[in-house]
């Protein structure tokens, strides 16, 4: 086998493992997607359509990019926009804080 053979061959076995990757990481955010929104409906059974959209309303106000997810950096942003200096530990506490 040539040299340059080995070379292509590499690349497609990379262009394969970053396939795999890229499906994997997909397949995990639609299985979070699927989370959230079981959890959302059995809240909403709870919640009357007021209280549901002042919810909405507020996760809105943090939620920057509309991706249904509050990341650190929306966090912290609109932490700041609201005179709050959280710290790393304190965004990091605050990110990985689940609902029962």
Do not use: W
Not at 50 to 68: A, K, P, S, T
């Amino acid at each position: 086998m040539r040299l340059c053979d080995r070379g292509s061959t590499a690349a497609r076995q990379m262009a394969l493992v970053k396939k795999h990757k890229d499906a994997d990481a997909e397949a995990e955010l639609e299985r979070k997607r699927a989370e959230r929104q079981e959890k959302l409906s059995k809240m909403k059974s709870s919640l009357t359509p007021d209280q549901i959209l002042v919810y909405r309303q507020h996760f809105e106000l943090f939620d920057l990019n509309g991706d249904g997810v509050i990341n650190a950096r929306e966090l912290r942003k609109v932490s700041r926009q609201m005179g709050y200096r959280l710290d790393d530990s304190q965004i990091e506490v605050s990110i990985n804080v689940r609902p029962p």
